[in-house]
């Protein structure tokens, strides 16, 4: 398979984190499926697979899963997005534990390529790890062998987001900021910072 290397990279400079949301555009549970189905070929540290997803796109449910999230920690003043900028669906990840207490690497692998999916399918996200875990269980009604791990909140996009080069300088601030004009800036390391040595 040939795969061009400037497209993906294209897509993942694309890919943002999204906190507000067109919530008058729904995502189908068709949708959510696809988008899981994208986890089963991720790699697996033991080949154990032993993450699993809860969809929802219903709207009852969605009101009960938001105020059990934290968004955006940087933003003190903020308490997420208001009604008409909510997500309009959840995929939440769940470790089930029968295949063990550690995921291992999993968790990002599969949030990172159904993000991607999302992106192609011209949807937005925001990977939720603050959120009240015993309240969305059970909200969710989970047995206790599945507990929650991170929250994808998704739907289409409400505002704009940019990339920011940061100097290099070890003490550039990496927090993320939004401007009047509401577009959300994310500062963002140069590669030379990223790379200990290299071998000449």
Known sequence: MNIDFESLRQLLISDRTVRRFREDYSVSMETLEKLVELSRYCHSGRNAQPLRYVLINDMEMRKQVFPTLKWAGYF??????????????????????????????????????ISLGMKTLGLGGCIIKAFNSPLLSEILKLEPRFQPRYVLALGHPAEEVKLEDMSGDKDDDFKYFRTPDGVHHVPKRPLSELMICMNK
Request: proline share 5%.
């Open 76 to 113: 003190k003043d903020w308490d997420g997005p208001v009604a008409g900028e909510r997500p309009a669906a959840y995929i939440i990840q769940c470790l089930d534990t029968y295949y063990g207490k550690d995921c291992l690497c999993d968790d990002g692998l599969q949030l990172e390529a």
